[in-house]
């Protein structure tokens, strides 16, 4: 998911002359060859730029001090308590998930659905403390919201440079020491930034990869071995983004894009790889989503809101508890036969 969006898109009345009754006899001219190219003299100065990019547009991702904390969801209904019947196949009780990236934003939120859905939960981030801090406010919230609830879930806080194998193999014998076990893995944990290619220096390009595809493919890896040697059926869910499938404008991210293109095609290749294992990897893309980080964005820059919802058929942002239903689907039994499979949370974005 990219942090900025593209010019909206003229209305089609400003591309299509009115239509008008007029009592003038109708007559019809030639129409142009097809063959006839429009020569440069012809072409609007404008033409293609609602679709290029723009090498002005530089984005660094913010440092660990500087990212905004997240707040967990709160309130019944959708995204709170359980308050009517469901499918018992969406439940995740009994069960231990692992969500890489979870102190905050789109992670945070992802694992307190699977709280709420009666699994455990083992938050994996580079900011121990702000994992530890919001194991706190999930088990808080929900014990608040669910007084009749005869155990608490188990949430833990990990440790890890998901980058790093060593750390990634610590971090896999910490969780498992501390639930038994591991049964779902969801991997949130990447970062973008939007500069022209031909300026990005290699080493920042590096270290996004190794976040964003590299930490994917090792904690995949290690939950697959895990589930392997338990002889365990399991479900892994990578969170991709439409900028996978798509190419964001006018912010140059070619890095960013070509990076989830990758863990949308790595969940894909390991689906049929470890399909007879039982271990089922899907992904999910979401588009444009309003968390703690890109709304101070726009608190920054608050014309870019309309700008960025323009070319979103929904006209709006998503909201990360939007995330919560598809990922719980993913995770449990509701979806037993569905892998290898990307679905974009993106509002209708990228089907226009």
Request: some cysteine; overall charge neutral; glycine content about 8%.
């Amino acid at each position: 998911m990219s942090l900025l969006r593209a010019l909206p898109r003229r209305p089609l009345a400003s591309l299509v002359p009115a239509i008008t009754t007029t009592s003038r006899p109708f007559h019809t001219t030639p129409a142009p060859s097809r063959n006839k190219k429009p020569t440069p003299s012809t072409e609007s100065p404008s033409a293609g730029s609602y679709a290029r990019t723009d090498e002005s547009i530089s984005v660094s991702y913010p440092a660990e001090g500087a990212l905004p904390s997240s707040t967990p969801v709160t309130g019944t209904g959708r995204a709170g308590a359980h308050v009517l019947p469901t499918l018992a196949a969406f439940s995740l009780q009994g069960r231990v998930a692992v969500v890489t990236g979870g102190a905050r934003g789109l992670g945070l939120v992802m694992g307190q659905g699977i709280v709420v859905s009666g699994g455990d939960l083992a938050i994996v981030d580079l900011n121990k403390d702000e994992a530890v801090k919001q194991t706190e406010s999930i088990v808080e919230t929900f014990a608040r919201e669910h007084p009749g609830a005869k155990k608490l879930p188990k949430v833990t806080a990990h440790y890890a440079d998901v980058s790093d194998p060593t750390s990634v193999e610590t971090c896999m014998a910490e969780i498992i020491a501390a639930h038994g076990k591991i049964d779902n893995l969801v991997t949130s944990a990447g970062f973008t930034e939007n500069f022209e290619a031909i300026s990005y220096p290699i080493n920042r390009m590096r270290k996004l990869w190794g976040v964003n595809v590299d930490g994917t493919y090792m904690f995949a890896t290690a939950v697959a071995r895990h589930l392997m040697e338990r002889k365990s059926k399991g479900s892994m869910v990578f969170i991709g983004s439409m900028s996978g499938a798509i190419v964001n404008v006018p912010q140059p991210q070619a890095p960013y894009n070509a990076a989830k293109a990758a863990v949308r095609h790595l969940a894909a290749s390991l689906s049929v790889e470890w399909a007879k294992a039982g271990i089922r990897v899907n992904c999910i893309s979401p588009g444009y989503m309003l968390t703690a980080l890109t709304q101070k964005i726009l608190d920054d820059n608050p014309d870019l809101k309309q700008q960025w919802t323009s070319l979103i058929p929904q006209g709006h942002m998503g909201n990360p508890e939007d995330l919560m239903g598809p990922v719980t689907f993913l995770l449990s039994d509701a979806s037993g036969y569905v892998t290898g499979a990307d679905l974009r949370v993106d509002g209708g974005y990228t089907v226009t």
